[in-house]
C-alpha cells in the first residue's frame, strides 16, 4: 500500500522567498506530524493534526511557518520569508488515533540561499 | 523538562558482531518508546516499540531493554550487517501526549 508521500523531494530557493511544502498522509489516519531535521540532528517537532481538533502548533519556531490540512487528509507546510537557518529536512508523518508507531514520509530537502 | 538523548553519537562495528545503541530519557511519565532507524536520504523507519510495562521486547535480530529504574533503554541488533548501517534515533510518549521527543540519534556504521 502507499505510504507517506511528500513533494518536492528537494526545494532551492532564495532568502526572503516563500515555499510550500506538501505532505500525503496515508489514507485513513487521522493524526499527521511536521518534523524538521537539521544536518546531523535529531527530529525537531512542528506541528501536529488531530481529526478535526484544533492541531498542535507549540513546536513552530516562528510566525513565518505555518500549515494547514485540507480535508483531514493532504497537509501543506508554509514558510513565509525565508531564512538560511531554515534550511534542513522538513519530515511528515502520520498515524492513527494519534499514538504509537508514526509512519514518516521521505521528506524535503530545502535549502536557503 | 522532557528530553531523550543518546550516550554516544557514533558506533563502529564488525559485521556480524552485535551492537548495542543507547538511550538515556528523563520524563519518569513516558510510557512507549520506540526505536527508529534512518538510511540517509529517507525518512526514519520503525524498528521496534515498548511499553513501560516492559523490561524487554524482542523482534527480527533486534531486542529492547527498558530500565524505568535509571531511565535508559537499549537497543540490540544481533549479527550486525552492512545492512543495517543507518542513524538509529529513540523517542518517546508520555501517557496522555500525542508527540514523540526524539534523541539526537546514533550513526551506526558496519564495517566488512
Known amino acids: 500500500g502507499a505510504g507517506v508521500s511528500q513533494s518536492p523531494s528537494n526545494k532551492v530557493t532564495e532568502k526572503g522567498k516563500d515555499v510550500e511544502l506538501r505532505c500525503d498522509p496515508i489514507s485513513g489516519h487521522t493524526a499527521l506530524y511536521w518534523y524538521r531535521q537539521s544536518l546531523g540532528q535529531g527530529l525537531e517537532f512542528l506541528i501536529y493534526f488531530q481529526g478535526n481538533s484544533a492541531p498542535d502548533k507549540s513546536g513552530l519556531p516562528s510566525d513565518r511557518f505555518s500549515a494547514e490540512r485540507t480535508g483531514g487528509s493532504v497537509s501543506t507546510l508554509t514558510i513565509q520569508r525565508t531564512q538560511q537557518e531554515d534550511s534542513a529536512v522538513y519530515l511528515c508523518?502520520?498515524?492513527?488515533?494519534?499514538?504509537?508507531?508514526?509512519?514518516f514520509g521521505p521528506g524535503t530537502r530545502l535549502t536557503v540561499l | 523538562g522532557e528530553s531523550v538523548g543518546l550516550h554516544l553519537p557514533t558506533l563502529s562495528v564488525q559485521e556480524g558482531d552485535n551492537s548495542i545503541i543507547n538511550c538515556a530519557y528523563s520524563n519518569s511519565a513516558s510510557d512507549y518508546f520506540i526505536w527508529y532507524k534512518q538510511e540517509s536520504g529517507k525518512g526514519p523507519q520503525f524498528i521496534i516499540d515498548?511499553?513501560?510495562?516492559?523490561d524487554k521486547r524482542q523482534g527480527q535480530r533486534v531486542t529492547v531493554l527498558l530500565n524505568k529504574t535509571v531511565k535508559h533503554l537499549s537497543l540490540q541488533i544481533a549479527a550486525t550487517q552492512p545492512g543495517d548501517s543507518a542513524v538509529y534515533f529513540c523517542?518517546?510518549?508520555?501517557?496522555?501526549?500525542?508527540?514523540?521527543?526524539f534523541g539526537k540519534g546514533t550513526k551506526l556504521t558496519v564495517n566488512p
Open positions: 515498548i511499553r513501560s510495562n516492559m
Open positions: 508523518a502520520s498515524n492513527l488515533r494519534g499514538f504509537g508507531e508514526q509512519f
Open positions: 523517542a518517546e510518549n508520555s501517557g496522555g501526549s500525542e508527540k514523540l521527543v
